[in-house]
């Protein structure tokens, strides 16, 4: 089995021009469009857009965190956001 390992390994996987993540954005709004219509075909513009220019404005990871802050993501063997001391 042969396996591509990619020349720079901290660069993200990209389709065309975007990342792998701005372009999974754009195919589950523009899914919702067809099906819904109405607001989604706004929100297929104006979504990428605002994570465009918020992912160039804040360092990589940013959202990852943001959303652990949030209590919505968990990292992997680490504590909660709000314990305030942490024994290993």
């Not at 792998?20 to 929100?43: H, K, S």
């Not at 465009?52 to 360092?59: E, H, L, M, T």
């Not at 943001?66 to 956001?81: D, N, V």
């Amino acid at each position: 089995m042969k396996y591509r390992i990619p020349q720079y390994l901290h660069k993200p996987h990209q389709v065309l021009f975007m990342d792998a993540d701005e372009f999974a954005m754009i195919i589950v709004l523009l899914f919702f469009a067809l099906t819904f219509g109405y607001i989604f075909w706004f929100l297929l513009f104006f979504i990428p857009f605002l994570y465009f220019k918020g992912k160039k404005k804040y360092p990589r990871g940013f959202l990852k965190h943001y959303l652990y802050k949030l209590g919505i993501i968990r990292f992997k063997g680490a504590p909660l956001f709000f314990e305030k001391t942490f024994n290993e």
